[in-house]
């Protein structure tokens, strides 16, 4: 396969926050580091209807987009600085009205974006996940499904399909290429056969049928088959349900069914494209309109030749409109990309599929260091709050949440010790950990997927989990953090996360955990310890100990949730150091600390760099840190910051960076492990 363009795309964002009395806000950033100034876009967008004239309609989205002239400006400065630009299009949740909106219309004078090869365009969904990466397999294996159950004409008045023509269509774009591997799942296409071909490791899943939304219900449906061949509707919530239970899922999933992106309400993940991306799906081809048969099928035939080239969705998907307009296609905007690929790669040469190791001469002391360690059970893991993957939601999704329901008012938004600490101020200190454990909660459950919501009500997120079952959560994924850690036969984890899925993922991985919270204020006197309770106890990989540092749900007294909170644990900590038990002062001293799942703006981070690990007496005999940190969340160009910052946190230690998403951290992580064990089950095989 050939690279997708001899010079780089540069990103470029529009992030569109919800209405306020100036219209809708709008942001423009270059490169993820030039912010432009702020413009706002007239509300009356929202109630923006189609003329029939596609071309008139892409033009007066334009106009309504850059009404303000900042905006035109800093559009018109951005195209001169960079004419070849990767357009995402951020719609936040709060102005989620937006979405219904035809924005792969957008027309320039006479070009429309989403058809350039120079503006690769595509809509992108905040979700708790990381970013999506490329395969480095070859060949590349696309599962077919071509859904026609024998009675659509006659029960629901839609067209039957051509199945042997629809076959031919897509070998014939893709012969003489031996980089893709098409496989035609046998008919019926039940949803059951469906999951069990998906198991076989698919890098791409598309999809041809029917496809329907009921605006009543606010749902979008696939018109699969049952096993007598019928028809067999499949609501969306239970085909991402299937798909969010895979061990693997594609990397790009094509629904070549009318309406799959369609929505009806301000729900940013109403309709089945959004909902897949929602369940980890990095991206999604879907039709936000009805599509005409013969446009689907040279749709389908150009992009899946142009992906053949170059494996760039955005760009492939931009170069197939753009056949569909020379072709005269009335609908050559219906097919949405919701993408979360940083360079639009599916397959290929993504460059962000790894993280990079920073701090170190050569990448493998970082991984051979941490692995001794481990294997000598020398190794501290200090969780954080950027672990949890698709469940739970983000000190910023929670922050930006209060923001909106307590008319926070200043601009650190993000923030959830300063959100809190305001909610605090008017509210009382202990209102912003209820509210946290409500929040999780809330969160939680609409995450779910409606087979594993359960219906009773409880008090923390904890007992929710239990009652869901860790298993049922995590089933599927074999990256899943907490999972991977129980693995590693450790004596000792230490969290800043107020729920236990550490505890459960433990006891799911076979062992006895001890729960403990440390006592940080007045209020927790009493709290139960097992150092305490039992005199002859010392953690081992088979009875380990999780000690939550800044407390845990099952004890509100325990949160540290507010800006406030964290400096009165500072001061506690630092004047009565024996609340902490001296086990984990030792391990935090003489151990190998691994932070996972923290960015340099967590306060959680700095309290612990800081106020614990960093203490005068300590640090000299610190052997080796690895903190993995978020990409997203620090700048590229702060790399050097980065660095400095550490060493002066801990001067003469040895400092590894891992530069990457929690994700990427924890499968290198656990592929490094099964290389280290390959050996040995060889070896007990051949035994």
């Known amino acids: 396969m050939t690279t997708a363009t001899e010079k780089p795309l540069v990103d470029l964002e529009i992030r569109i926050f919800a209405a306020q009395d100036e219209g809708y806000p709008v942001e423009i950033t270059l490169s993820g580091q030039q912010e432009f100034p702020r413009g706002y876009m007239p509300v009356e967008v929202a109630s923006w209807t189609s003329s029939g004239d596609s071309i008139a309609d892409g033009q007066r989205l334009y106009e309504l987009l850059f009404a303000d002239g900042k905006l035109r400006d800093a559009w018109a400065e951005a195209r001169g600085q960079s004419p070849l630009r990767r357009i995402r299009l951020r719609i936040d949740p709060a102005a989620a009205e937006l979405h219904a909106l035809p924005w792969e219309l ?3 004078n006479t070009i429309m974006l989403s058809a350039n090869v120079a503006t690769p365009f595509s809509r992108y969904l905040p979700v708790a996940l990381p970013w999506g990466g490329t395969t480095e397999e070859c060949p590349v294996r696309v599962l077919v499904a071509i859904s026609n159950p ?8 839609l067209a039957q399909l051509d199945v042997a023509l629809e076959r031919d ?4 774009a893709l012969e003489g290429n031996a980089d893709l591997e098409l496989t035609f799942l046998d008919a019926p296409v039940t949803l059951e056969r469906l999951e069990d071909a998906l198991r076989e490791g698919y890098h791409v899943l598309h999809y041809l049928g029917h496809g329907a939304f009921n605006r009543r219900r606010n749902q979008a449906a696939l018109y699969l088959q049952d096993d007598a061949g019928h028809t067999q509707i499949v609501p969306d919530d239970i085909f991402m349900g299937m798909l969010a239970r895979l061990q693997t899922r594609p990397g790009l999933v094509f629904l070549a069914a009318c309406q799959s992106a369609l929505r009806a309400t301000a729900d940013a ?8 991306v929602a369940a980890g799906v990095p991206a999604v081809i879907a039709m936000q309109d009805f599509l005409a048969v013969e ?6 035939a150009v992009f899946y030749r142009r992906m053949a080239e170059h494996g760039t969705v955005d760009l492939a998907l931009n170069e197939a409109r753009s056949t569909l307009l020379t072709a005269g296609r009335s609908d050559a905007a219906v097919p949405v990309l919701f993408m979360r690929l940083k360079s ?5 040469g993504e460059a962000d599929v790894r993280g990079a190791v920073l701090g170190a001469k050569n990448p493998r002391i970082f991984w051979s260091g941490l692995l001794r360690m481990i294997q000598q059970g020398k190794c501290l893991p200090i969780i954080g709050p950027g672990v949890h993957g698709q469940w739970l939601p983000t000190p910023a999704q929670i922050a930006q949440r209060w923001s909106v329901e307590h008319e926070y008012p200043f601009d650190d938004r993000n923030e959830l010790a300063q959100v809190a600490r305001y909610m605090a101020s008017s509210q009382g200190e202990d209102f912003p950990r209820y509210e946290l454990m409500y929040a999780l909660q809330a969160m939680l459950r609409d995450r779910l997927p409606e087979e594993l919501r359960p219906e009773d009500e409880f008090e923390t997120v904890s007992e929710m989990i239990k009652a869901i079952g860790w298993q049922n959560l995590t089933a599927g994924d074999p990256n899943e953090v907490h999972n991977v850690l129980a693995r590693l ?10 729920d236990t899925t550490m505890v459960a993922a433990l006891a799911a991985a076979g062992k006895d955990p001890v729960c403990n919270i440390c006592p940080w204020n007045d209020m927790l006197e009493g709290l139960p310890s097992i150092f305490a309770d039992d005199a002859d106890y010392e953690p081992t990989p088979e009875r380990p100990l999780v000690y939550h540092l800044f407390g845990n749900d099952t004890e509100v007294d325990s949160l540290v949730v507010t800006e406030d909170n964290y400096l009165d644990f500072l001061v506690r900590i630092s004047a009565e150091m024996e609340r902490i038990p001296d086990y984990v002062w030792s391990a935090l001293t003489n151990s190998s600390l691994m932070f996972i799942g923290y960015n340099l703006d967590n306060w959680e981070f700095r309290v612990i760099m800081r106020g614990l690990v960093a203490t005068r007496d300590r640090r000299s005999r610190l052997k080796h840190v690895g903190v993995q940190l978020d990409l997203e969340n620090v700048q590229i160009r702060d790399t050097d910051t980065v660095q400095t910052f550490l060493q002066q946190y801990f001067q003469d230690a040895d400092i ?8 990427q951290f924890i499968a290198e992580l656990r592929e490094e492990l099964e290389n280290i064990s390959a050996p040995k089950r060889s070896k007990g095989a051949r035994g």
């Open 106 to 108: 957008l027309q320039e």
């Open 150 to 157: 024998d009675d659509l004409q006659a029960k629901y008045k």
């Open 169 to 172: 269509i897509l070998e014939a």
């Open 269 to 276: 993940f109403a309709g089945l494209g959004p909902k897949l």
């Open 295 to 300: 446009t689907a099928r040279k749709l389908s």
């Open 344 to 348: 639009g790669q599916v397959w290929g």
């Open 489 to 498: 036969d450790l004596p000792l984890y230490l969290t800043t996360n107020p």
């Open 656 to 663: 590894n960076v891992f530069w990457g998403t929690t994700a």
